[in-house]
Structures are given as structure tokens and as C-alpha cells.
């Protein structure tokens, strides 16, 4: 491992999809106004980084892939401690599905030296969860996937325990590996002013384009995509409810329908 | 790729101590339709240690063929030995589509596999259809469900698609339906195993986030006590649904804080929204009135949650709940 460990954390910009509206009348979405952020599973991924920093040392690369502008969310992990910046743009990656993102990042990572890739579970405005273990494939690296909580447990050790719908998993694995991070697994720092400050004078972003990464052209953007958004729409507006004033029993049964129907039970 | 060759409806088929879930039982029943739609061949793939006979279950739940592997390194679920196993049986049977629970364990394996086949993958679809061109129409939120987006995979096969659970509805058990029992010859590369399984902990806390579930049950003043409160949550572990609550019941200190539903709490947009014994004053609807379906039981029937509600009952939450409850345990019973 070296002097210090190497780690890598994949962030993305998106818009706060808690804040979008839809138009009542044109019924498509508000986007104006919308805030963007780093996406909640990376931030939760630059806290897991950080936090191994702190404790035993470490070189943290964060690395986002998107239009200029989101090179905001590389001056925000500065300002959380992140030491380097790789803002990953080219208009060849654009229109990318998540197996031409991870493409993308992988061959970005080719050039990178790592210990440790960390990418949040799923960004908010796609939730597929899908890039963090399509580039772990790429790169021929074990995954651990759901992560709530790391441990360095020995000399290129790294214990993590995996979140799964009654409890969670124990998993271990040598270094390098890629690791997908949670949300609930921190609460992701605060900027520091100090560190803004130094982020702004002494850290620079570095810009890639595709010339700079180790990847064929044909497996990126959207020509690279299989997959392929063949409509768009957004959902009818709501009809009024209807009320029931009936005994308990009955109450039951009407439930009971609505749940079946819905395929609940 | 000539898609020509590509034939066939697979469902990955999960199981947990050789207990097969409930999401791939759904899939079959997904996948019956668009194989039958298809005129091809619905088959159910079952990976796992010692599982052979649980293989005549997946034909009674309709699928043509089974194609099993039995080995001691599928006994406990990870990501390279089953992406192994399920590339193998991909890339010697080639499949048109492939479908897969979107649970911890299949949103950890499907995207790995899509990549090692460098196919397209679309997570959580809500809906599947065949188009006329005998393509698979997949349909998703994006957006934080604002936007619904149509998929498909136009030039590359398999094509693959993860739904989670409770979203299709499975068959009803056939025990006179025959079909084919195949096992499958499989050649691990160990040398790629690098992680290992320590331990696994069971964990009553819920996982869930409130403005993650699908399905949320919250309680309001109506409830009354942290003791009526647990009819909520056996309601909600009847149906796999997450409780949180309103104001009133965070300040009663029934439920923390991380559940409660409002403009001072969190933002929740359910499929379905039951807001029982909560009145639906304006701070708790603007956390929760983009809900897909509201079910609301008041006993005011002037309460304000009605003019929100989908459907509204006017009665006493603390006496239909336990009606309800005991009546869903017999449904699931019965057809479990």
C-alpha cells in the first residue's frame, strides 16, 4: 500500500429531485430553480474516504463525469478535504447510459494508481445503482456493494459491513476493490472555511477529456449506450378521492382490494 | 450479434437458505406473459447449494425449464461466483431477455453481469411489455419518480431488466404443470473469488428510509398512544411496508424524529401513503401529498386529510386496524 493509501470517489452532479415540481398544466417537470448537489450516496462516499484519511492517511482523488459546470462539486470536496480533483469532460461522453458511464470511468481509473474506489449505491435523478459494480467489472475488481461501514482490518485489508433487507452482511476483501456506499452510512462533513479558502487558491481541477483516458471511443456516450430511452412522459394528474363512511368490517374489505390491486398482498 | 439468436424468457430465481423469494415467484409470472407473447420459452434459472429440489416449485409456478447449479461455492450469496454461473448459463444458452428481483442481492448482480456480457441493464421497472417489433418495453421512474421513462435494448442481447418486489404478481400455484429439469455444468474460476463472507446479522431496525419506502404506514394524533402504534407496525410488516408518522407522534416520542413526515420532517412520495388518525394539517401534507395512492382512516369526517386522500374512511383507526390485520394474515396464509 505504500506510505499512505490511494483512494478513489466517484461523485456525481444532480438536481435535488426533492425540489422538482411538476407543471400542473403542461405536466412536465419544473427543472429552474432546482438546486444542484453532490449526489447524497457519493457525499456519504467522500465522508467514508475522509474518515479513512483521518485515521490512517490518505491520498483522496475525487473524479466526476459531466458538463463543465459540474466541476462545483470538486471545489465542494475540496472544501470537505478531498486533495485532487479530475473533472472528466468531453461532449463524446454525453448522452452515456450507466454501462457507457462506467466505460468512462473505467478508462479514467486505467490512469489512475488506487487502493480503494468508493462510488455512492445510486444517484437520485437515475437510481439505478448500476455504474459503482459495471466499473468494478471493467476494472476486474472485487465489489462490495450496500456499505455502511468500513474497516481497515490488516495490511491491504478492508472489512465492510453490507446492508441487505433483514440485517447486514460481513465482507472482506483485499485491496484494490470498489466499494459502493450508502447514504445512512455517515453524516457527511461539513466545508471547513479554511478549506474553501485553500480550494480555492491552492487546488486546481484537472480536466480530462477522452484523449486522456484508456478507452476505446465506440463504448462511450451515447452511441455506446444499449440502452435507449425510447419515450419520456410524466404521470396523469390525480383525480379527486372517494370517501366511505362505512362500519369497520367494510372498511376492511375496501382496503383489502385497493392492496390486491395494487399487488401489495 | 445476430438478436435472431437470442431466444428465450430467464428469470433469475433468488434464494435465502434455499428458501426461494417471493420477487422471483412474481417474475415468473411476469415472464409467462412476455414469453407467451414472444412464442418462446419461459425458463427459470436457480443457483445455489443443494437447491435441485426446489426446482419442480419453479415449474408449478410456471416456468417451461429449469436450469440449476448445485455447488458449495453458490451457498451463500456473492457477487463473483454467481456472476460466474449466471454469465456461463447466458453465454451458452442466450437469452433474449433476463429479469432479476431488484433486491440487495440482484441490483448487486445484475449490473456486474450486464457488464461482463456488455449488454444494456435497466434497474426497477414498473412495467413490461413486448412492442410490436417483438422488442422488450421496459419502463422506470427517474427523477425521484417524477418522470416516467420508456427502455429498450435495440442491438444488444440479453436484454435486462431488474423490477423489485411486490410489483408483478405471481402465479397461482399449478403442482399438475410439467417441464424440464436441466442441470448445468459449471466450471468456477476460483482465482477470481477475492472476497469473503465473514458473517451476516439479522437487524429488526429498519433498513428503510422513510422517503426510500414504497409503501409507508404513518400515524398521526388519531392513534393516540405509542400502545395503538403497534397495530401500525404489524400492519406494516404484513404488507412489507415502513411506518413514520406525523408531528404529534414524534413529539409524543413514539417514533423519532428520522420518521417523521412534514415540512419539519421528511419529504415521502410512496407508491401508497396510509395517513391513519392524521388530520392533514398543511405542514404534514406538503411532505407527503405527492404520494402515488393515499389511504386515509379519520374518525372527523370534516378532517382535511380527505380532500387529499384517494381513498378515505371515515372511521376509528384503532378498531379497523386490528380488523384489517387479522384478515390479511389469513389472505397470506392461505396463499403462501
Redesign the interface.
Known amino acids: 500500500m505504500g506510505d499512505f493509501m490511494n483512494i478513489v470517489v466517484c461523485i456525481k452532479q444532480v ?1 435535488d ?2 425540489e ?3 407543471d400542473p398544466i403542461k405536466g412536465t ?1 419544473i427543472r429552474d430553480g432546482v438546486p444542484s448537489i453532490i449526489n447524497p450516496d457519493d457525499k456519504a462516499g467522500l465522508e467514508e474516504a475522509l474518515k479513512l484519511k483521518d485515521l490512517f492517511g490518505a491520498n483522496i482523488t475525487a473524479i466526476t463525469m459531466g458538463p463543465p459546470q459540474a466541476e462545483q462539486v470538486l471545489k465542494e470536496a475540496f472544501a470537505m478535504g478531498v486533495d485532487k480533483g479530475i473533472l472528466l469532460t468531453d461532449r463524446k461522453f454525453a448522452g452515456a ?3 457507457a458511464t ?1 466505460n468512462a470511468l473505467a478508462g479514467a481509473l486505467k490512469k489512475l494508481d488506487f487502493d480503494i474506489v468508493i462510488t455512492g449505491r445510486q444517484a ?11 466499473l ?3 476494472l476486474g ?6 456499505v455502511k461501514e468500513i474497516n481497515i482490518v490488516g495490511e491491504n485489508l478492508v ?1 465492510v459491513k ?13 485491496t484494490p ?1 470498489v466499494l459502493t456506499i450508502l447514504s ?1 452510512a455517515n453524516n457527511p462533513r461539513y466545508m471547513s472555511v479554511s478549506k474553501i479558502i485553500s480550494a480555492v487558491r491552492d487546488k486546481k481541477i484537472e480536466v480530462w477529456d477522452t484523449s486522456m483516458i484508456d478507452i476505446d471511443l465506440e463504448v462511450l456516450g451515447l452511441s455506446g ?11 396523469g394528474a ?1 383525480s379527486a ?9 367494510e ?2 374489505t ?3 382490494d ?2 390486491k390491486e ?4 | 450479434m445476430n438478436l435472431k439468436e437470442y431466444k428465450g424468457v430467464y428469470i433469475f430465481i433468488e434464494q435465502k437458505s434455499k428458501e426461494i423469494q417471493n420477487v422471483s415467484l412474481e417474475l415468473l409470472g411476469k415472464g409467462r406473459g412476455l414469453a407467451d407473447t414472444l412464442e418462446e420459452e419461459l425458463v427459470a434459472v436457480l443457483l445455489g447449494n443443494k437447491v435441485k429440489d426446489q426446482c419442480q416449485d419453479l415449474i408449478s409456478y410456471g416456468a417451461d425449464r429449469v436450469i440449476y447449479v448445485d455447488s458449495p461455492m453458490l451457498d451463500k450469496y456473492l457477487t463473483e461466483p454467481y456472476a460466474q454461473a449466471l454469465s456461463a448459463i447466458s453465454k451458452s444458452e442466450k437469452p433474449n431477455v433476463i429479469l432479476i428481483g431488484a433486491t440487495s442481492t440482484g441490483r448487486d448482480l445484475a449490473p456486474r453481469v450486464s457488464a461482463r456480457l456488455a449488454t444494456g441493464l435497466t434497474a426497477d421497472c414498473t412495467s413490461l411489455e413486448i412492442s410490436e417489433e417483438k422488442e422488450l418495453l421496459m419502463t422506470r421512474p427517474a427523477f425521484g419518480g417524477n418522470l416516467m421513462a420508456t427502455i429498450i435494448c435495440p442491438d444488444h442481447r440479453p436484454q435486462m431488466s431488474s423490477v423489485r418486489p411486490g410489483v408483478m404478481q405471481k402465479l397461482a400455484i399449478d403442482t399438475n404443470r410439467t417441464g424440464e429439469i436441466v442441470e448445468f455444468d459449471m466450471k468456477f474460476d476460483e482465482s477470481k473469488f477475492k472476497v469473503r463472507f465473514i458473517e451476516e446479522l439479522k437487524e429488526t431496525k429498519q433498513l428503510v428510509k422513510i422517503e426510500d419506502a414504497h409503501v409507508l404506514v404513518s400515524g398521526g394524533r388519531g392513534v393516540g398512544s405509542a400502545e395503538n402504534f403497534k397495530h401500525l407496525e404489524v400492519l406494516a410488516k404484513n404488507i412489507g411496508a415502513t411506518v413514520s408518522a406525523s408531528r404529534a407522534m414524534v413529539d409524543l416520542g413514539v417514533m423519532g424524529h428520522d420518521r417523521q413526515v412534514g415540512q419539519t420532517g421528511k419529504t415521502v412520495r410512496p407508491d401508497i401513503y396510509f395517513a391513519l388518525g392524521i388530520s392533514g394539517a398543511i405542514q404534514h401534507l406538503a411532505g407527503m401529498e405527492e404520494s402515488e395512492y393515499i389511504i386515509a382512516i379519520n374518525k372527523d369526517k370534516g378532517a382535511n386529510i380527505f380532500n387529499t386522500a384517494d381513498l378515505g374512511i371515515v372511521g376509528d383507526v384503532n378498531k379497523i386496524l386490528p380488523l384489517l390485520n387479522s384478515q390479511i394474515n389469513k389472505l397470506t396464509n392461505k396463499n403462501a
Open positions: 438536481p429531485t426533492t422538482i415540481r411538476l417537470l447510459d450507466s454501462l462506467s437520485i435523478d437515475g437510481d439505478t445503482a448500476q455504474v459503482g459494480p459495471q468494478a467489472e471493467h475488481l472485487p465489489q462490495m456493494s450496500y472489512r453490507r446492508g441487505v433487507e433483514d440485517g447486514y452482511q460481513v465482507l472482506e476483501a483485499e476493490c445512512e449506450s444499449p440502452t435507449k430511452v425510447k419515450k419520456s412522459f410524466t404521470k390525480k378521492g372517494k370517501i366511505h363512511e362505512v362500519i369497520p368490517q372498511a376492511v375496501i382496503i383489502i385497493k392492496l395494487n399487488f401489495i398482498i
